[in-house]
Every structure is written in C-alpha cells, then in structure tokens.
C-alpha cells in the first residue's frame, strides 16, 4: 500500500502502544516518520523497526507539553524530511486520583501534556503550513494537510479518577473542531479518534481473570482492541481518502461507548 506516499509524518508519543502501531502503519504506508518519544529508547527502537523493514524514518525526543518543544518538534520533522504533512497528537500521561486526593501537579501535569502539548503541537504545524497553505489556495491549487488529535472515552463521557485526564481530552475535543472551523479554508483538516487498546496504561487494568471478565463485559466486541487494530484509522484520516472530513470524533472501542 501506499497511501501515504511522498508524505511525512509526526507521531507524538510514538515509542510504544497506539503511536507505535501508528508510526509503523504510516511508514508501511510509504510516509517518512518522526518517531517522537520521550524515552529515547523506544523511540530509536521504533525508528530500527521501520529502517529495517525498508522505511524512513528519525528520532525526536521532545517532551511534549511546551511551545518550546512543539517548534523544536516541527523544525526536527523539517529538517530530517524537509516538510511536514501530517501531525498526530497522541502523547500522553497518567496521574488518576480520586478528586479529594488529586493533587494540584497531578491535575498540572495532564492537563500540559495532554491538553497545552496537543495545542502547542497544532500551533506549531499550522504556524509553518498556513503560508504555504495561502499560496497554494491564491493558486488554485490546495493541497489537504492533516492534524489527528487523539481524546478518550473518559473525554466523552467522564471516568471515576480520571479528572484531570478526562478534562484533558474533552478539551482535545474542542480544539479538534474548533480547529476544523479556523482552518478548513486551507485544506487543513482537524479530526480526532477516541480509541480504546491494551496498552501499557490498560494492562494493569485487567491482570487477573475477574478483571478482565469485567473490563471486557464493557465493550460490545467483548475485548479491548489492540494498538495494530486502531492504526488503520488513522492511516484513513491521514491520507487522501479524507479529505472531505473534518471536525469529526471517530471512536474506534470495539463499542465501548456508543
């Protein structure tokens, strides 16, 4: 496949779980990929798997949540590929209390990497697209360019502990179509995807039997997704093949909420 073609790429938070799968599914796609990752060792790790299966692909380890980091990000996707075509938000941390034990950092620390890195990463892109999107509209010739924000089920409907990471992604969801809205003008298409995948973060979620029996009972598929079964998704919004989609909120949760 090769929808992705001549394209490139960043991923935030790309070193394991759902932005793997992304990163991986976009360079087999044909896209050039920034792998970012805090941790500099999965984010090189990623970066070996696409080279070694025929890829491009470069490290950044920018830790998202500063405009600061999100212009170092841009410039780093700018000079590894010379351009940049697609962003994916999907960084992110956990800090759950209950709201009589959450503490003032917990709630500051999500909502930063969370909330203030998806906006500083969008700022950024669109600081660097909007000129050549202008020219390209005065042309005739628009060319579509994607933001992929990534929210959660906790955004949409709320989840017990889960505050500030809750009103993190609600507000995710915000800047999605409110983005759609400000940039539609110039091919800039703002979506979102709320996913729900066994990840790092779910897994403790159900590591014995009753757990997971109860976890699982939740979804109408009767299981959490896996990272692999959510890229594809986001391929789709990443490509052409969207490009008259904007402002949305796709849920990909095996109808967790419906």
């Known amino acids: ?19 793997r799968a992304v990163a991986l599914a976009f360079a087999a796609e044909g896209a050039q990929v920034l792998v970012n990752d805090v941790d500099a060792q999965n984010a090189a790790s990623v970066v070996k798997e696409i080279v070694e299966a025929g890829g491009s692909a ?17 410039e780093n996707a700018l000079d590894a590929f010379g351009q940049v075509d697609v962003l994916v938000n999907n960084a992110g ?13 917990d709630f500051d620390q999500v909502i930063q990497v969370h909330l203030k890195g998806t906006w500083a990463c969008g700022r950024a ?14 042309a005739g010739t628009p060319r579509h360019r994607k933001i992929i924000n990534v929210t959660s089920p906790s955004g949409l409907t709320g989840a017990a502990g889960q505050s500030n990471y809750a009103a993190a992604k609600m507000g995710i969801v915000g800047l999605t179509k409110t983005w759609a809205k400000e940039l539609g003008r110039l091919a800039i298409n703002s979506n979102a995807i709320s996913p729900a995948a066994l990840t790092a973060m779910t897994e403790p979620l159900v590591q014995t ?3 997971k029996a109860k976890r699982h009972a939740r979804f109408v598929l009767g299981r959490y997704p896996m990272p692999e079964e959510i890229a594809p998704t986001v391929v789709f919004l990443a490509s052409d093949d969207s490009n008259w989609m904007t402002g949305q909120v796709l849920n990909i949760d095996g109808g967790l909420v419906i």
């Open 1 to 19: 496949m090769s929808r992705l073609q001549n394209k490139a790429c960043v991923v935030t938070g790309a070193g394991r779980g759902i932005g």
């Open 58 to 74: 470069a490290p950044d380890t920018n830790a998202i949540g500063t405009v600061e980091a999100a212009q170092s990000l841009v």
């Open 93 to 105: 941390i956990l800090r759950d209390r209950m709201l009589h034990n959450m503490t003032e950092e």
């Open 125 to 138: 892109v669109v600081q660097h697209w909007r000129p050549i999107a202008k020219k390209e509209a005065e």
């Open 209 to 211: 039997e009753e757990d």
